[in-house]
T-cell receptor, first 112, second 114 residues
Framework: EDQVTQSPEALRLQEGESSSLNCSYTVSGLRGLFWYRQDPGKGPEFLFTLYSAGEEKEKERLKATLTKKESFLHITAPKPEDSATYLCAVQADGGSQGNLIFGKGTKLSVKP | DTAVSQTPKYLVTQMGNDKSIKCEQNLGHDTMYWYKQDSKKFLKIMFSYNNKELIINETVPNRFSPKSPDKAHLNLHINSLELGDSAVYFC?????????????FGEGSWLTVV
């Protein structure tokens, strides 16, 4: 069964304290891995798509990397406005169009 | 301009009622979806729909039905609402394709059944 597991469930950082969020996945074949940010009361906001092992993408303080078994979202020198829940999702080969399998998310809190 | 918009944002209704949630996207996408986020915060797909094909997640009760008047709209109708239907429902859209196209989500509709 295709599955996505994110860790930790919650992460508290001080402003400027860099860290990484983990997304482990088990799929029959990976069509794409997605990172989203979700603020309270809002819909998921797209951050990155990764398609193959070794791929990396960056956006401001965020950098996403991908291996054959997991993805990391690295946050460099976070700011309080980076506080949100970060969701990882995969689309598997053989899955129907748009069928993203989501993890439960990592709730990030950045304190000033 | 909001790319994927859905209304209402909040809906409180009694058990047994029938309700609808509307969704519109202005991204020119071919495919639209409904996702459900339950109390445990997991997001799960309910439907995907383009002008040729409706794919229904087999776990979705037949009380739920999508209706698409045109390519830019996909409404969600729910009949005979039950307490367990309380959740956040997200509309989403993407381009048609097989290569892991990015899916863009709306802001969500909070449904509470009392």
């Amino acid at each position: 069964e295709d599955q996505v597991t994110q860790s930790p469930e919650a992460l508290r950082l001080q402003e400027g304290e860099s860290s990484s969020l983990n997304c482990s996945y088990t799929v029959s074949g990976l069509r794409g891995l997605f990172w989203y940010r979700q603020d309270p009361g809002k819909g998921p906001e797209f951050l990155f798509t990764l398609y193959s092992a070794g791929e990396e993408k960056e956006k401001e303080r965020l950098k996403a990397t991908l291996t054959k078994k997991e993805s990391f979202l690295h946050i460099t020198a976070p700011k309080p406005e980076d506080s949100a829940t970060y969701l990882c999702a995969v689309q598997a080969d053989g899955g129907s169009q748009g069928n993203l399998i989501f993890g439960k998310g990592t709730k990030l809190s950045v304190k000033p | 301009d909001t790319a994927v918009s859905q209304t209402p944002k909040y809906l409180v209704t009694q058990m047994g009622n029938d309700k609808s949630i509307k969704c519109e996207q202005n991204l020119g996408h071919d495919t639209m979806y409904w996702y459900k986020q339950d109390s445990k915060k997991f997001l799960k797909i309910m439907f995907s729909y383009n002008n040729k094909e409706l794919i229904i997640n087999e776990t979705v009760p037949n009380r739920f039905s999508p209706k698409s008047p045109d390519k830019a709209h996909l409404n969600l109708h729910i009949n005979s609402l039950e307490l367990g239907d309380s959740a956040v429902y997200f509309c989403a859209s993407s381009e048609l394709g097989q290569t892991g196209n990015t899916i863009y989500f709306g802001e969500g509709s909070w449904l509470t059944v009392v």
